[in-house]
């Protein structure tokens, strides 16, 4: 039985699979960045998040901080409430705003964060005070009619 | 719980067996003695093979008792049954031996699969069987390159590894030149001595067989037709048994296939 | 007439019969198999020999096969993108397509038309020659000695060669894309980055590959163990490995893409 034959043969065999699957994991997907569980959790809400979806990036100006750690709704309020995870490396002040952003036009939801002049930094469990919701495209073809038709009996006179 | 006798090494009694409705032995009574040496012959088809894997637990009658060293087979469990067969040993027809494993590891097979014994006890003991049937400088060969009497001699060597009590032969000499034919029965003969063996031969070869074997049971029809010594079969008047021992083409076992009378289906055109 | 409906029928019956008492000795022989797992477990140099009969030598096709897929997915992916102005995405749907669906399955598939009819022939060919009887005899269970290590190998094998199948799959696609079509480097993996994720992604491809490598391992020793001892029994449970082989890697695939990906948009 010639063992040391196949030995040698199967663990190149393996190693190579394993580098594939290393490289599949590292290169192909997003392993790199694959660090949940470090950093800090804000809350913030929104009447209306749209799109978001949960992992979704939070940037900000257009550099991720942090991840969308939950979505869920307050039976109380009806208010969208987000729960984000920003990466420990970052601090943002008490009045920063979050308003929930599409990358490109037709592209995914995140979270933009606008740090304010607050001196007073965001800790863990804290929460936002100003939201900015999503754009609703059916609410902005409504409001236009709507201020389209305000117009017309204006002029009609 | 059947009675058996000390020296009845193997026994059968009122054995039935069928395969798919078919019925192929019908009340066979088979008593064969430890140290015997004993041929089994008849038509093809007669239930010879079926005998063998009987007695080796493959097969299960479906009435009588078939019992070995005083063992019930049918009523084995699986692993009673792997025990008794590392007393059994059996020649394939054609050898049967592993293809992947060159002849040294074949024979070293039942050594590495069913002891614990070092490597170099095993080597020894690999060396020595191969030596008794003639083939220790062929231990690097592969089965392939082997002839068909080598290939048995080696397949001999493998069944006898763990010094079984029983030897199964599964028509050893069919297809094999006369030399190696007779180096078979030599070894048949002596391994059976030597090792102080009970054998059971299935076979055709009247000629060699008649002169290692202490009986004869030649069946028919799903019977035993006749259980004779060896000198008895030259001699006998019985039909079924003068048309197999002088190779006549007609007698009890028909030339013509049964079937239409011959004139009047080459009158139908 | 009445006779010959009659005998439509009976044969209508004695269709579904014999398949379903071939699904029963399947399930029969899978429980035996499973038993003798313990043992075969035991002896793993078995199973990594088989593991270089069935996986190794599957490398060069697979690798290549990956390669060339990757490649025509870039061509095709780019010709459909580039009327949208989204060539940059390519690298996603070409990662997205390989390591959900065409890895896994079209190794499957490779495997089970090379190394699958392979072990079936085999075994096929043990028990023509005697050599499982033989086994048998000699008080060694073919079931955990021959059946379960190529069984096992397939398993242990068909990940793997998905991993490498995929990789060469964006491999040939960056040839392809990157080099020869001349869409941005950091585009394409940046964008792949972005949108395959590990979890969802990865995992569950090699998850799907997992399961084929059991089913299709299953089929092959089952169809070579109960293969006819003759020449033509052996075509014939060769035939039957590759096309239940396939068949039921589709299958498996729609069943698993369903749970794993249904709730993702």
Excluded at chain 1, 73 to 95: G, H, I, Q, W
Excluded at chain 3, 63 to 68: K, T
Excluded at chain 3, 97 to 110: F, I, Q
Aim: hydrophobic share 50%.
């Amino acid at each position: 039985m010639n063992r040391s034959r196949f030995d040698f043969a199967v663990g190149l065999f393996v190693a190579i699979g394993l580098l594939a699957m290393a490289f599949m994991a590292l290169k192909v997907g997003n392993l790199a960045g694959f660090d949940s569980g470090t950093g800090y959790v804000i809350e913030a809400r929104f009447d209306n998040i749209g799109g978001l979806k949960v992992r979704a990036p939070v940037k900000s100006a257009g550099v991720v901080v942090g991840r969308v750690e939950s979505i869920g709704l307050d039976a109380e309020t009806y208010e969208a409430r987000v729960l984000l995870r920003v990466y420990p490396n970052y601090r943002f002040s008490k009045d920063t705003i979050a308003s929930i952003l599409t990358s490109g036009l037709l592209g995914e939801q995140y979270v933009g964060l606008e740090s304010g002049g607050d001196p007073v930094y965001l800790a863990a469990g804290d929460r936002l005070g100003k939201t900015q919701s999503a754009m609703i495209l059916e609410k902005l073809i409504s409001q236009f009619l709507f201020s389209k038709a305000a117009e017309t009996p204006a002029k009609a006179q | 719980m059947t009675s058996f006798h000390e020296s009845e090494m193997i026994a059968l009694k009122d054995v039935c067996f069928s395969y798919a409705d078919r019925p192929i032995l019908n009340g066979i009574d088979l008593t064969i003695k430890r140290g015997e040496i004993i041929a089994i012959m008849g038509g093809s088809g007669g239930g010879k093979t079926t005998l063998l894997g009987l007695i080796s637990g493959r097969l299960k009658p479906q009435t009588g008792s078939v019992l070995v060293k005083g063992l019930e087979v049918p009523n084995l469990r699986q692993s009673e049954l792997y025990g008794l067969r590392r007393k059994i040993g059996m020649l394939f027809q054609f050898g049967a031996l592993f293809t992947d494993l060159n002849v040294f590891d074949n024979v070293a097979f039942p050594y590495r699969e069913q002891t614990n014994l070092p490597e170099e006890m095993i080597r020894t003991l690999v060396l020595l069987k191969l030596e008794a049937v003639g083939l220790r400088s062929a231990k690097n060969l592969m089965p392939a390159e082997l002839s068909g009497g080598m290939a048995r001699r080696v397949a001999l060597a493998r069944a006898v590894a763990l010094d079984p009590a029983v030897m199964l032969y599964d028509e050893p000499f069919t297809g094999l030149d006369p030399i190696s034919v007779g180096i078979i029965g030599r070894l048949i003969k002596r391994l059976n001595r030597a090792l102080g063996m009970t054998s059971v031969i299935v076979t055709h070869d009247l000629n060699e067989t008649l002169r290692l074997v202490d009986r004869v049971v030649v069946l028919s029809q799903g019977k035993i037709h006749r259980d004779m010594a060896p000198e008895e079969i030259r001699s006998t008047d019985d039909p079924f048994i003068r048309q197999f021992a002088d190779g006549l083409p007609d007698g009890p076992v028909p030339f013509h296939y049964p079937g239409r009378d011959y004139w009047s289906e080459l009158m139908d055109q | 007439m009445r006779a010959s409906f009659v005998q439509l029928i009976s044969a209508l019956g004695h269709f579904f019969t014999s398949r379903i008492d071939r699904l029963g000795l399947a399930a029969r022989f899978a429980g035996a198999l499973l038993v003798s797992l313990s043992i075969a477990l035991g002896r793993l140099p078995l199973m990594f020999r088989e593991v270089y009969f069935s996986g190794v030598r599957s490398l060069s096709i697979v690798a290549v096969s990956g390669l060339f897929v990757g490649m025509v997915l870039a061509v095709q992916g780019y010709e459909v993108l580039q009327r949208y102005g989204s060539a940059e995405s390519l690298g996603v749907i070409v990662a997205l397509s390989l390591v959900r669906e065409l890895g896994p399955v079209v190794t499957a598939l490779l495997f089970a038309g090379r190394a699958s009819s392979a072990v079936t022939a085999e075994i096929g060919l043990m028990r023509a020659t005697e050599q499982l009887a033989a086994m048998d005899m000699m008080a060694v269970d073919p079931m955990s000695r021959v059946v379960a290590p190529r069984f096992l190998a397939a398993i242990f094998s068909m990940p793997f060669l998905a991993a490498i199948f995929s990789t060469a799959g964006v491999i040939g696609a960056w040839i392809i894309g990157v080099k020869l079509i001349g869409i941005d480097d950091g585009a394409f993996w940046s964008q792949m980055q972005a949108n395959v994720d590990v979890r969802i992604d990865v995992l569950n491809g090699l998850l799907k590959s997992i399961v084929f490598g059991t089913a299709v391992g299953l089929i092959s020793v089952f169809e070579g163990y109960f293969a006819a001892p003759t020449a033509e029994g052996i075509a014939t449970a060769t035939t039957r490995t590759v096309v239940i082989s396939s068949l039921s890697v589709l299958l498996l695939d729609l069943l698993l893409t369903v749970m794993m990906f249904r709730g993702l948009s």
